[in-house]
């Protein structure tokens, strides 16, 4: 399996649309007039890129055994709407630990060509 | 409350919530809406999505920060399984304070005292 580790998917472009955050920002329970909620990253970083890794037959996830673990973001500044962003999934860390499987996943992405946002999830799938 | 500590935050879930994170995220995975499904991958029933309670660890920070714009890095892991009708606690405290950054380290329990978030810290501009 580790031989997709350092794999990279094609960049994804996605649009910051005003709609869609304040439909998120009133899921989360978050003010949507303050603009873009820092946990959007989920849309515009980690679920835009993970597609990609769930979908890849060399990744071979099995989807139906996996749970997000653990996750980082990390901001050079957030985006406002009306933003176009785009976000780059690089598989970082494959290994297997105890019948585990922990699949790392880092996405970055940025916005008029300067970093905006890092994400770094950890999968675990059991065997 | 000492101080240097936030102002805990409460979290009722509810399969409304839930239902409205999958929309409105786009993870529409069948254990956080479906119960024979969520039962089916070996869970109690739905779970609530991390992302969901990542989401309000997000606000409980906000609430603190005043601005989101302040927030550089949140993290944590995802312990514990969060279910429709628990209620979660969020609690932190300022770890550090220099220069251009306050670091705040913070949890989430559930109503049995179980931690359901841990190593969870964020970092914000001063």
Redesign the interface.
């Known amino acids: 399996m580790s031989e997709i580790v350092g794999k990279s998917y094609p960049p994804v472009k996605i649009g910051i649309e005003e709609a869609?955050v304040r439909?998120?920002a009133?899921?989360?329970?978050?003010d949507p007039d303050?603009?873009?909620?820092?946990?959007y990253a989920?849309?515009y970083a980690?679920?835009a890129t993970a597609v990609q890794l769930y979908g890849d037959p060399e990744a071979a996830v099995d989807?139906?055994?996996l749970?997000?673990?653990?996750?980082?973001?990390?901001?050079e500044?957030?985006p406002e709407v009306g933003d176009q962003v785009i976000a780059t999934g690089t598989v970082e860390e494959d290994v297997d630990r105890r019948n585990l499987r922990f699949l790392t996943y880092a996405t970055a992405v940025t916005s008029d060509g300067s970093p905006l946002c890092g994400s770094r999830m950890v999968n675990v799938i059991r065997g | 409350m000492s101080q240097g500590e936030l102002e805990p935050f409460t979290?009722r879930v509810t399969r409304e919530?839930i239902a409205?994170?999958a929309?409105?995220?786009?993870?529409h995975?069948p254990i956080h809406l479906d119960d024979h499904a969520a039962r089916a991958?070996g869970l109690p029933g739905v779970i609530a999505?991390?992302?969901?309670g990542?989401?309000?660890l997000?606000?409980f920070?906000?609430a603190y920060a005043g601005?989101?714009?302040r927030?550089?890095?949140?993290?944590?892991?995802?312990s514990g399984m969060v279910l429709p009708g628990d209620v979660i606690t969020f609690s932190g405290r300022v770890a550090e304070a220099s220069g251009n950054l306050v670091r705040l380290e913070l949890e989430a329990q559930n109503q049995k005292g179980e931690r359901v978030l841990t190593?969870a810290l964020a970092e914000l501009t001063a």
């Open positions: 869609h439909a998120f009133e899921a989360i329970g978050a303050a603009g873009v909620p820092p946990t989920a849309v980690l679920f989807f139906a055994h749970l997000h673990s653990e996750q980082e973001f990390t901001w500044h957030h | 979290w919530q409205a994170y929309e409105a995220s786009g993870d995975n991958a999505h991390g992302m969901l990542m989401a309000q997000a606000n920070v906000v601005d989101h714009r927030l550089r890095k949140l993290r944590c892991r995802f190593k």
